[in-house]
């Protein structure tokens, strides 16, 4: 069996919300998606562990954000990396309030999808919960970000025809610069790329980043970057 079967899946990146009282919490899912058109049906895969799972299950409700292809790394970081036990991340984030008292994320979305939860089916470490739509809009006309461009183009290992590809005889001409990775979520920075999203230009050597650099997916300081073997 080969599990690298499995990473071949499509996906897209989504911010999913919810609501417990006024408390609100948002978190990355890829794991949202129709299951009928009459009446609308969707369902979403979330980890009991997360504070989302707590919320939705308290409120029933939840909404979900599709995320645009230029959605920045930090941005996803944010509510990918960081727990809402610790902070609202929700916190200078734009969004609105949807019709099921959930908050549904504007910023980098284009769409997004309120549901009521009709049913949850327990399946081990997580819960799908399946749920009829309640509103949706459409924010704008960017292209979907999907979880493979997530993971090469954004996260270093990049494909030719992506707009960051650096061409080899380029390459060759610099001084061969060490990969360090993060620690803390596992983004590795690539001194070929830079971080554009930090504004770090390709060529920059990891010991060259300021000290003020932090992870641009999980907000992590240098201290928690170690070399990638
Ligand atoms: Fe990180």
Redesign the pocket.
Known sequence: MDLQALYKIGYGVYIVCSRQGDRFNGQIANTFFQITSEPPTVAVSINKKNLTHEFITASKVFTASVLAQDTPLSFIGQFG?KSGRDLNKLENVQYKMGVTGAPAVLENAVCYVEVKVIKEIDVGTHTIFIGEVAGAEVVSNKATMTYEYYHLVKRGSTPKNAPSYIAPEKKEEAPKMDKYE?K??G?IYDPALGDPDGGIKPGTAFTDLPETWV?P??G?GKEEFEKAG
């Open positions: 990396f993060c803390v979520c983004y992870c997916v999980c992590a």
